[in-house]
């Protein structure tokens, strides 16, 4: 059974800091995993999406790469703003094409 | 291409009544998946079709909760006999099996709350 863990729970950080969220699962045989913004209250957007055969992607400020044998994925956010202040989630979809999300890593900027 | 869009965006309802949501997943898209998620936790998924067929359900779908997605378009999710358990997000997704990435788009969700 996929079991998907987020570290840390909850992050709070000066404005303009470098920082990396880790997120791990238990099974390797995935067709992609990705990541997830979550404002209090409302949906999910959309951050990045790695497929298994990629090691990484990237968009502006943000970087996740993938290492599927260690069950690993990192998302590094450069130059952390006010407006990054969110919840973000990993989610990780194998089996029958549903997605384990983790519990998500909470971050908080300050300015 | 609108995006998943779910409605409503809110419900408030009162514990042992009976609500219904619905979704109108990205038109071209064949999976519409529903997920669910109470506070400080991430979603869990709860069922997902293909076209009209209910492939999956979650143990989390006791026999309160029915989907439905008629002729494979919008799905409506109905809870019968509402318990305080059940207030939470209830997100829609949907994807389509010719995108190799199999990506998921999430609608903005359905906050139930349950008094």
């Known amino acids: 059974k996929q079991e998907v863990t987020q570290i840390p729970a909850a992050l709070s950080v000066p404005e303009g800091e470098n920082l990396v969220l880790n997120c791990s699962f238990t099974?390797?045989?995935?067709?992609?995993l990705q990541w997830f913004r979550q404002d209090p209250g409302k949906g999910l957007t959309s951050l990045l999406l790695i497929q298994s055969s990629q090691r990484e992607q990237t968009s502006g400020r943000l970087n996740a790469s993938l290492d599927k044998s260690s069950g690993r994925s990192t998302l590094y956010i450069a130059a952390s703003q006010p407006g990054d202040s969110a919840t973000y989630l990993c989610a990780v979809m194998s089996g029958t094409y549903k997605y384990i999300f983790g519990t998500g890593t909470r971050l908080k900027v300050l300015a | 291409d609108t995006g998943v869009s779910q409605d409503p965006r809110h419900k408030i309802t009162k514990r042992g009544q009976n609500v219904t949501f619905r979704c109108d997943p990205i038109s071209e898209h064949n999976r519409l998946y529903w997920y669910r998620q109470t506070l400080g936790q991430g979603p869990e998924f709860l069922t997902y079709f293909q076209n009209e067929a209910q492939l999956e359900k979650s143990r989390l779908l006791s026999d309160r909760f029915s989907a439905e997605r008629p002729k494979g378009s919008f799905s409506t999710l109905e809870i019968q006999r509402t318990e305080q358990g059940d207030s939470a997000m209830y997100l829609c997704a949907s994807s389509s099996t010719s995108r190799e990435s199999y990506e998921q788009y999430f609608g903005p969700g359905t906050r139930l709350t349950v008094t």
């Open positions: 099974d390797s045989a995935i067709y992609n």
